[in-house]
């Protein structure tokens, strides 16, 4: 059973997963006025300021998706949402209208969706059958918008999905990433293990 902390969101059937499940402690530790969540159904405002897929674009080409793949896409995942773990860091404070207090470090207003959509990322819990059917955790995606990098989003993003796989019961947690990343992971807590290889069709 997951460990289970309080929440500023309520549990809701729009958000990918339980929100109890994000250590508080990585809600106080974001910048004030900051969110840390479960991706929402209504996070495809397809190319908006706001968006999720725009966030991903600093990671790579993400392509025309249309509102109703995106949610297709979004009801697998919730089916399956003891295995896929994907949560954005919302800016409450924009527009500041909506933000509630923007003076405590979480927002009194906790709505999914008021405010911006500036880092995201996504741990897949592998069920294995060695290890005595071991969970490995994969840490996939990891973006942060441009105009937000090092304000240390990026590392508390890495901290919730590796929370979130300790708490499923994953022996290790692991990821690919390029050379240049490799000091930021190490600050992350990992280290250097295997070679990446990939095959693409
Ligand atoms: N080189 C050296 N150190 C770095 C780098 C880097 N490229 N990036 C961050 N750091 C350091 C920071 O200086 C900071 O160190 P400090 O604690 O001593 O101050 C620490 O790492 C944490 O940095 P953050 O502020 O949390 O980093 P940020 O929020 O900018 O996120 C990220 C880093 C995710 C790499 C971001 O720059 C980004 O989105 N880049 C484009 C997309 C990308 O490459 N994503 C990762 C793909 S790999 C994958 O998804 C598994």
């Known amino acids: 059973m997951a460990q289970k902390f309080k929440s500023p969101f309520k549990k809701s059937k729009d958000l990918l997963f339980d929100p109890a499940l994000i250590p508080e402690e990585l809600q106080h ?93 996504t741990i897949v819990v592998e069920r294995k059958f060695i290890r005595g059917l071991g969970l490995v955790g994969h840490i996939e995606d990891i973006a942060v918008s441009g105009d937000q990098q090092g304000k240390k989003l990026g590392l508390r993003i890495i901290e919730t999905l590796k929370a979130i796989g300790k708490t499923h019961g994953c022996y290790k947690v692991i990821l690919d990433c390029s050379e240049k990343n490799v000091p930021f992971y190490e600050k992350c807590g990992f280290e250097r293990k295997g070679v990446e290889m990939g095959w693409y069709v």
């Open 29 to 121: 530790s974001l910048p004030p006025g900051y969110v840390v969540r479960p991706l929402c159904r209504t996070d495809n405002q397809v190319r908006s300021n706001t968006s999720f897929l725009k966030t991903l674009e600093v990671l790579t080409t993400v392509g025309e998706i249309s509102e109703d793949a995106f949610r297709n896409r979004f009801q697998y995942l919730q089916d399956h949402n003891d295995e896929y773990f994907t949560i954005v860091i919302e800016d409450m404070n924009v527009p500041a209208t909506l933000a509630g207090s923007a003076t405590s470090s979480i927002p009194n207003l906790v709505t999914p969706g008021r405010g911006k959509i500036v880092a995201a990322g």
